[in-house]
């Protein structure tokens, strides 16, 4: 039972992955934030990485979705 309890934990734990749309709109407010320029060092660098991340996260899916579409192609589907 200890062992499920850790597995249910660490599922609570993983962030829900969004969707591209999600990202796109949430890398908009960041970017929006960083334009702003009254912001400290620290909470735009914290902005950068966070949008880096989400920059990473669509090119990823775009990624998948490419992938996925020559698949089909290949396929004749």
């Avoid at 992955?17 to 908009?28: C, G, K, R, Y």
Wanted: aromatic letters at 4%; proline letters at 1%; glycine letters at 6%.
């Amino acid at each position: 039972m200890a062992g499920r309890k850790k597995q249910e934990s660490a599922a609570e734990a993983a962030p829900k992955q969004q969707t591209l749309e999600e990202a796109f709109a949430e890398l908009d407010t960041v970017m929006g934030e960083l334009e702003k320029g009254d912001i400290s060092l620290e909470a735009s660098f914290a902005l950068y990485q966070r949008g880096m991340q989400l920059v990473k996260q669509c090119n990823d899916s775009i990624d998948r979705v490419e992938k996925q579409l020559i698949l089909l192609e290949e396929e004749g589907v």
